[in-house]
């Protein structure tokens, strides 16, 4: 099991990785833009105007990695509450323990699926407030 955060911003996200990848002095890995991002089954669209936002890029911290992104139109980022722990996973049996478990008197946002990136991937808030992503991952 990983333990990893996901920060987002609002446009903003290559600035802010330049900025830490400086003060931490780490390289910036694996930078993905919206455009890059394969076409999905969800039928969301994304507008021309987040093509050159970041989907993904990871600044490595040790044995951790944090993990950023910029939100795209439609989902406004709530500054403040802009920090997602993430749990990456071996076990598909465990992600889903864990994602049914959080699930209890919290609230689903994204139910457990497949993805580019994942096999089994999901967001859930818990019963405190925090919200979770999880999914599954396999070692190279």
């Not at 455009?35 to 911290?61: C, H, N, R, W």
Request: with cysteine; proline share 4%.
């Amino acid at each position: 099991m990983q333990f990893e955060v996901f920060i987002n911003f609002d446009g903003n996200c290559r600035e802010a990785l330049e900025f830490y990848s400086g003060v931490f002095k780490t390289e910036i890995q694996n930078l993905m833009t919206y455009a890059e991002v394969p076409p999905d089954d969800t039928g969301y669209i994304l507008q021309e105007s987040d093509m050159d936002k970041v989907m993904y890029a990871g600044l490595q911290f040790g044995n951790m990695v944090a993990m950023f992104m910029d939100m795209p139109s439609g989902m406004p980022l709530v500054k403040g509450n802009n920090i997602t722990p993430t749990v990456s996973m071996e076990d598909k049996a465990e992600v889903e323990r864990i994602f049914n478990e959080l699930s209890v008197g919290g609230t689903v946002n994204e139910n457990l699926g497949k993805t580019f990136y994942s096999e089994l991937y999901g967001g859930v808030t818990d019963k405190f407030g925090i919200k979770w992503q999880l999914l599954h991952y396999v070692k190279c």
